[in-house]
């Protein structure tokens, strides 16, 4: 599973996803183990992560169960079942704060899976 999650960030490391956050909730919840957090810039910026993401992870054989936010684009959500992609504007993401939400999940260092 963590190959998955290796998948995601390294296509939203590719397009300059912003603070990569990776957070292991399998202890936390049922609804999923992992949570990738990231935010971009811009609008065509949050798309444009979205678009490979969802690229990336489909190549490998990983389906995209639903998505939630596209139309706003301020936050958009990718529900891959084990893994969950959060995608935010960088006003939004500081908004909402999943990070702090979630703390009491393993936080993963990033740089091991690049």
Sequence with gaps: ???KVKIAVKALD???GENICVIDISEQTVITDYFIIVNGNSPS???ALVDNVIEALEKNGV???QSEGKASGNWILLDFNDIIVHVFLKEDREFYDLE???RDGK???VNTLL
């Design 14 to 16: 590719d397009k300059k």
């Design 107 to 109: 936080f993963i260092d």
């Design 1 to 3: 599973m963590l190959e």
């Design 63 to 65: 389906t995209l169960l």
């Design 100 to 102: 702090r939400m979630w």
């Design 45 to 47: 910026q949050v798309q």
